[in-house]
């Protein structure tokens, strides 16, 4: 948990964008411990350590394999050991946009399901593409990180069940762990997270879960690879290890991460990042500015904000890092200037979160 101290005795910039976030000093110690070698029984031990509190946070009796690489590599993974006939991308920001690109420079045939940025994806828009056929695996952003919406996973995956034989591939990795995902209940067949984002970890490290359906898929899909390939992913984990050489520091800095998260337990994370969130709306309200979501579609791990004040958000993040060492993000993309993004993720308390809206308003 990060405390005042922590976050003004440090002399580097304190990070309320929507990624990477603060990590803090525990878990860099725990990132820069000596290392080991990744075949001997101190890695197996590190390696099962994790397991079951990782199943706990996904909700999954499924193993989660841990992969040296960002969440992009699981996400071009997931396809390259699945598709075998055309892609649905739901589309509603930057990075679901994206997913799409990757798809298409992979090879597959991939189609559009696109809404405006600051929309979610809506059950009825799905179900009415499924129903005219043809599709065979369905991508989702559950948490359009760009645009600060949140779709309701719960009801595109009630869609999802009526149509068993099409794969789920869930992108958790703003929201996983800030609000409960049951992935076995939603049926999910592959949910990826990434380390610098909810989880307030370094860069670099991706967490993922395949459904036993999607296992039986991927055995008979050719061209997997090798970095990617979920059947390695399985092969290596049966004995606590990885099919190639991880990131060492990362599995540590999870662990110690994962002792927090329990020590706080998951239901307070949720509450707390409920309770943060909270702050981040009243300011908003209270400045008369007003949401890029929709009511009801409203990230709860971060808040993109409609610059209908027409700030000079430039302006103010610099005066922001000149005075307080501190920024959050100026828009992403597209819609850069006109909207601006706080986040909550991680480590943050309303102590910290209520600091640093107290140094927006300073320096405004
Ligand atoms: C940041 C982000 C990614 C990409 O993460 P990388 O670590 O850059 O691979 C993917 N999806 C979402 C929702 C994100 O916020």
Redesign the pocket.
Known sequence: MATLSDFLMTSSIQLFI??PVNVSQKTRNAFSRPMIGHRGNDFKKLYASCQPRLQALFQTERPVYIST?????V?EGALRNLVQGKVLHCMNGA?SDKWFDVAERCGYHAEKLQVDWGNPITPELLRARLEQGDIDLVTL??????TGVLSSLKELAEVMKQFPNIFFVV?T??SFSTIPISMDELGIDVMLT????ALALP?GL?LFSVSQKAMERAAKIKGRGYYFDFLEFQKNHEGDMTPSTPSIGHIYALQSKLDDIFEEGIHERYARHARTNKLVHDWVKHHGFEFFAPEGYRSLSLTCVKNNKEVDVAAWIARLKEKYHTIIDGGYGKIKGTTFRISNMGDETEETVSQLLSWLDDVR
């Open positions: 929507p990624g690489s960002s969440a992009w590599g996400m990075f952003i559950h948490n359009e990180t760009s992108d990795v703003s990434g380390s610098q984002k860069p991706a």
